[in-house]
């Protein structure tokens, strides 16, 4: 799966086609108003592409189209191994165009574009490779009965699903989506974030083009108290999945009770602990993961280590390490292979990312590097590595979700503190320790409140770990064959077998 790397990027990116329709039924389509929004390049500010706008007329449209192919069976009734077929033909086409979704997904959000050709694209045609080859494994179950009876627990997809999109990841949170929604049988409909709607259009075009049924998979582009919020209001969805922020979150679960009672799965957003106590098992693996761990897409993931938790006894010596790998990343131009830290993604972000800056400057916390906007002449929406000394745990660049390329670090004098410390948030998405103390990590990860617990690395997973949070981080389980749970119910179902 390996692209071959353009010499010139900025060149390439002239000549890129845009998606500029709404995908639904199987064709690209004008939204109903006629209107069109814009999608901005973060790196410069400037209009990438006018797109057309969807709203609750468009989302009924898409969510017809689904339902009318869920029941007419186009795509569940199909025969499993057709449907792998088309799964695997739609991958097919993903690598083919592998370079050109690199190219949208670094123009359309910020993000660098060496990481969207060696994580982002890599890592979103391996979920649809491994919940294609996953569908023909799923089995259904018998229940012990007498011998007169026969029960039969069927695993049966919900019909038709909304997926509501971040901006940080698009392509991967899509096929995050997709990738289980469409194994279990289901037909869907996405409304891709309204700042980088550019990827989902893509392969939803590629779909149709290796064979997926018409009106299985639908995309809207839209803003979300619009397009999102009719969605999330609408009678005919039987489950709306969402990855975004906390506060949003919370509308989706006043949309189902206000509408059909829908399901929910929530993947919702987080202020992970990063814990390194005084015997982790290397202080510069450690002093990298860190770094790498808050800055990585510009800090603009839900499981970021955006909380550095560090033993008092080894702090000052640690934070240099820190300090120094942080000043050591380019921060730049995301069309270059060398940049580490590209743009925001959009100007409002950005301004909030300063706020929270400003904010803990103000509350006391000692202003190490970074802090400020940078390559303002670009037109762009950069902020630089910031890290931040002698954050109390109550101080809301500890507490509060920041979403960006800003690390709080935090003293502590024991493990028992800093479970207190890393579960006094409201967040519990991720967490990760570092210790060469093999009881010390067991009962520190036992304590801990969080979904995904990583010891001695951060960030690492494959698709058969699931993620997802506790508490406010939301619910239900994205990867794995636990994210069919979302997506299906069980039926059961008694045989008698008596004659008489």
Same mark, same amino acid.
């Given at each position: 799966?390996?692209?071959?790397?353009?010499?010139?990027?900025?060149?390439?990116?002239?000549? $890129?086609? *845009?998606?500029? %329709?709404?995908?639904?039924?199987?064709?690209?389509?004008?939204?109903?108003?006629?209107?069109?929004?814009? =999608?901005?390049?973060?790196?410069?500010?400037?209009?990438?592409? %006018?797109?057309?706008?969807?709203?609750?007329?468009? @989302?009924?449209?898409? +969510?017809?189209?689904?339902?009318?192919?869920?029941?007419?069976?186009?795509?569940?009734?199909?025969?499993?191994?057709?449907?792998?077929?088309?799964?695997?033909?739609?991958?097919?086409?993903?690598?083919?165009?592998?370079?050109?979704?690199?190219?949208?997904? =670094?123009?359309?959000?910020?993000?660098?574009?060496?990481?969207?050709?060696?994580?982002?694209?890599?890592?979103?045609?391996?979920?649809?490779?491994?919940?294609?080859?996953?569908?023909?494994?799923?089995?259904?179950? @018998?229940?012990?009965?007498?011998?007169?009876?026969?029960?039969?627990?069927?695993?049966?997809?919900?019909?038709?699903?909304?997926?509501?999109?971040?901006?940080?990841?698009?392509?991967?949170?899509?096929?995050?989506?997709?990738?289980?929604?469409?194994?279990?049988?289901?037909?869907?409909?996405?409304?891709?974030?309204?700042?980088?709607?550019?990827?989902?259009?893509?392969? #939803?075009?590629?779909?149709?083009?290796?064979?997926?049924?018409?009106?299985?998979?639908?995309?809207?582009?839209?803003?979300?108290?619009?397009?999102? !919020?009719?969605?999330?209001?609408?009678?005919?969805?039987?489950?709306?999945?969402?990855?975004?922020?906390?506060?949003?979150?919370?509308?989706?679960?006043?949309?189902?009770?206000?509408?059909?009672?829908?399901? +929910?799965?929530?993947?919702?957003?987080? /202020?992970?602990?990063?814990?390194?106590?005084?015997?982790?098992?290397?202080?510069?693996?450690?002093?990298?993961?860190?770094?790498?761990?808050?800055?990585?897409?510009?800090?603009?993931?839900?499981?970021?280590?955006?909380?550095?938790?560090?033993?008092?006894?080894?702090?000052?010596?640690?934070?240099?390490?820190?300090?120094?790998?942080?000043? /050591? $990343?380019?921060?730049?131009?995301?069309?270059?292979?060398?940049?580490?830290?590209?743009?925001?993604?959009?100007?409002?972000?950005?301004?909030?990312?300063?706020?929270?800056?400003?904010?803990?400057?103000?509350?006391? #916390?000692?202003?190490?590097?970074?802090?400020?906007? #940078?390559?303002?002449?670009?037109?762009?929406? *950069?902020?630089?590595?910031? +890290?931040?000394?002698? +954050? !109390?745990?109550?101080?809301?660049?500890?507490?509060?979700?920041?979403?960006?390329?800003?690390?709080?670090?935090?003293?502590?004098?024991?493990?028992?503190?800093?479970?207190?410390?890393?579960?006094?948030?409201?967040?519990?998405?991720?967490?990760?320790?570092? =210790?060469?103390?093999?009881?010390?990590?067991?009962? =520190?990860?036992?304590?801990?409140?969080?979904?995904?617990?990583?010891?001695?690395?951060?960030?690492?997973?494959?698709?058969?770990?699931?993620?997802?949070?506790?508490?406010?981080?939301?619910?239900?389980?994205?990867?794995?064959?636990?994210?069919?749970?979302?997506?299906?119910?069980?039926?059961?179902?008694?045989?008698?077998?008596?004659?008489?």
């Amino acid at each position: 799966m390996e692209a071959k790397i353009p010499q010139d990027w900025h060149r390439k990116s002239a000549t $890129i086609k *845009f998606p500029r %329709e709404l995908f639904i039924n199987g064709r690209f389509v004008k939204a109903m108003s006629g209107k069109l929004f814009a =999608t901005i390049n973060p790196a410069t500010g400037q209009i990438l592409a %006018e797109i057309a706008e969807g709203d609750r007329y468009d @989302i009924d449209l898409a +969510v017809k189209a689904a339902r009318q192919s869920f029941d007419k069976g186009l795509w569940v009734r199909m025969s499993i191994a057709d449907r792998k077929k088309i799964m695997l033909r739609w991958l097919e086409l993903m690598e083919k165009n592998f370079n050109d979704l690199a190219l949208l997904e =670094t123009l359309d959000v910020g993000k660098p574009i060496r990481d969207s050709l060696a994580v982002d694209i890599p890592l979103s045609i391996n979920c649809i490779r491994w919940y294609a080859e996953t569908m023909d494994k799923i089995c259904d179950e @018998i229940a012990p009965t007498g011998y007169d009876s026969v029960v039969m627990v069927r695993r049966e997809p919900l019909g038709v699903i909304g997926a509501v999109l971040p901006w940080n990841f698009p392509l991967l949170m899509a096929t995050w989506k997709i990738g289980p929604i469409l194994a279990a049988g289901n037909s869907l409909v996405i409304k891709p974030a309204e700042q980088s709607p550019l990827t989902t259009l893509k392969i #939803a075009e590629l779909a149709a083009e290796a064979g997926l049924p018409e009106g299985v998979l639908n995309v809207v582009p839209g803003f979300g108290e619009t397009a999102g !919020q009719a969605l999330g209001k609408h009678m005919d969805v039987d489950c709306l999945a969402f990855t975004g922020s906390t506060e949003v979150g919370k509308y989706f679960l006043r949309y189902a009770g206000d509408s059909n009672m829908k399901r +929910v799965s929530l993947e919702c957003g987080g /202020k992970s602990p990063n814990i390194v106590m005084a015997d982790a098992p290397n202080l510069d693996v450690a002093a990298t993961a860190a770094a790498w761990g808050i800055f990585y897409n510009q800090g603009e993931a839900c499981s970021a280590g955006s909380r550095l938790l560090v033993e008092e006894k080894i702090k000052d010596r640690f934070l240099e390490k820190v300090i120094a790998i942080t000043k /050591k $990343i380019k921060l730049g131009d995301p069309l270059d292979p060398n940049t580490g830290i590209g743009a925001i993604i959009d100007q409002k972000q950005m301004q909030r990312v300063l706020g929270y800056i400003d904010i803990g400057q103000k509350e006391g #916390a000692k202003l190490l590097c970074g802090g400020k906007r #940078a390559i303002e002449a670009s037109g762009g929406y *950069f902020v630089e590595p910031t +890290v931040f000394d002698r +954050v !109390q745990p109550n101080m809301k660049i500890a507490q509060e979700e920041i979403f960006g390329p800003v690390l709080s670090v935090i003293t502590f004098k024991d493990a028992e503190e800093a479970v207190r410390i890393a579960n006094n948030t409201i967040y519990g998405l991720a967490a990760a320790v570092w =210790t060469s103390d093999i009881t010390k990590a067991f009962r =520190t990860t036992q304590a801990l409140r969080a979904g995904t617990i990583w010891v001695n690395s951060y960030d690492d997973g494959n698709m058969a770990m699931p993620f997802g949070g506790f508490k406010q981080s939301g619910f239900g389980r994205d990867k794995s064959l636990h994210a069919l749970d979302k997506y299906t119910d069980w039926k059961s179902v008694w045989v008698n077998l008596k004659t008489s």
